[in-house]
């Protein structure tokens, strides 16, 4: 697709009668349309072009694009192309029959075309753009829509698209993205088609429908650790009166460790597994989370192996495979220490921030602060040592001097001659005598 707010553009030169006949005679109903043509009944023109117009999928590949884009310049000069255009868009989500192997390209090209062609604001934009949808999945092209997702609320904003249409949109978008393997964006617009539905309809069915299907997707994600975007959802919080078992596992999830859901499961016993919930992907994902937020708490950042064997309940023996697992898993961050039987922690995620949180934080906060005095106090005390010793060594060495003769820094050497009180006095010279020739 063009970027938004750029409209492309199809140039055609002749009259709307003229093209028009030209069109009917191409899809073999010139006889039809040619006394509706002299008679300027554009709608009723186009309604024969277009019942005709599923033959053009089997037309050569070199007439296709230009015999497409001349249709769509006709149905766009009608007062009411909307009576026409969708029944366009649908033929071109299906097979293209004289190019099996180019037909899927040829037929995204023009539907592209065909979205840039309208003005930003159309909202017939809408109904093209769920073609491109409905095209993308029967064919698995779902990374051709991607790089345009971050203009979709823009464009939704523009048409003036009501809640229910939205959805619709953005379950087609929930498909197309799982079918491909994009587990990450069929999740986010899960979330995005919950937040469509007004505060009075969070109880609805279909709002109940898909908050559950949204709280199974993020338990099984292999990628989704954070459930406080889902569980501050509306839709998802009313799950507490329409499903609370669901809701109580959401939030053993959301804020809770191994211990709980290990409580929650004998409270419920059966009811994962008859829910068909994955038991293994579950229990995997909990003992991540509660490696998670026991390095969060730990105000040392230092946890010894038996400490994480404990909380995760699994052999010694396996610990390092959890320090890799939770590595990847991007959770927390640090290093092992294989001689010593600890891991470090450099960082960690927090899983909620509360009461309690800020309270573990103030804690390590002081904890720091106390560090670091006595490590600044330490650092006086050594400073201070170094300069007195630096003072009595410089004494000693000017004592050394003084005891051999030798001045020291800053004094002048006695005896010499700049620094005598008078010069001695020299002998008078001895007058020149006539006797001494």
């Known amino acids: ?18 093209l028009a006949q030209e069109m009917a005679n191409f899809l073999n109903v010139g006889d039809d349309v040619k006394a509706l043509v ?42 009411n192309p909307a009576m026409f255009l969708p029944r366009v868009c649908d033929n071109l989500t299906k097979p293209i029959t004289s190019s099996p192997i180019n037909g899927p390209g040829l037929a995204l090209n023009t539907l592209t075309t065909i979205f840039n062609m309208l003005q930003p604001d159309d909202d017939l934009r809408f109904h093209v753009f769920m073609a ?8 698995g092209m779902f990374e051709n829509l991607k790089p345009y997702l971050k203009s979709l609320d823009d464009w939704m904003e523009e048409w003036e698209v009501d809640s229910k249409s939205q959805r619709q949109a953005y379950e087609s978008i929930i498909e197309t993205a799982r079918e491909s393997g994009d587990a990450y964006t069929s999740y986010q617009y899960i979330l995005k088609a919950l937040r469509t539905f007004e505060d009075d309809k969070v109880k609805d069915e279909d709002a109940q429908a898909i908050a559950l299907r949204a709280l199974k997707t993020a338990l099984h994600s292999p990628t989704q650790y954070d459930f406080q975007d889902l569980l501050n959802v509306p839709c998802v919080q009313a799950l507490s009166e329409t499903h609370p078992v669901y809701f109580e596992l959401l939030t053993v999830f959301a804020e809770k460790d191994l211990e709980d859901y290990n409580q929650f499961r004998e409270e419920h016993e059966g009811w994962v597994e008859k829910e068909h919930l994955d038991v293994a992907k579950l229990q995997t994902k909990m003992r991540l989370l509660t490696f998670a937020s026991l390095a969060a708490r730990t105000p040392t950042r230092e946890i010894p192996y038996s400490e994480i064997a404990a909380a995760l309940q699994i052999p010694m023996e396996e610990v390092e495979l959890w320090v890799i697992d939770v590595i990847r898993a991007q959770l927390v961050e640090g290093r092992m220490s294989q001689q010593k039987k600890v891991f470090l922690v450099h960082r960690t995620t927090y899983r909620v921030f509360g009461e309690k949180q800020w309270r573990q934080l103030g804690d390590l906060v002081d904890t720091w602060r106390d560090t670091l005095t006595k490590v600044a106090t330490t650092l006086r005390k ?30 002048r050497r006695r005896g010499d001659r700049g620094d005598r009180g008078e010069r001695s006095e020299r002998a008078p010279r001895k007058e020149r005598t006539d006797d001494d020739d």
């Open 1 to 18: 697709m063009a970027a938004p707010h750029q409209p492309q553009l199809v140039f055609v030169d002749g009259s709307f009668e003229e």
């Open 382 to 411: 050594e400073q201070a040592g170094l300069e007195a010793q630096k003072k009595r060594d410089l004494e000693e060495v000017e004592r050394k001097l003084a005891n051999t003769g030798v001045s020291g820094p800053g004094e």
């Open 132 to 139: 491109i949808l409905k095209f993308l999945k029967i064919h």
């Open 38 to 79: 002299e008679k300027s009944q554009k709608d009723e023109v186009l309604k024969k072009l277009i019942i005709a117009s599923p033959a053009l999928n089997s037309i050569p590949e070199k007439e296709f694009a230009g015999a497409y884009n001349l249709l769509v310049y006709l149905i766009l000069q009608s007062e």
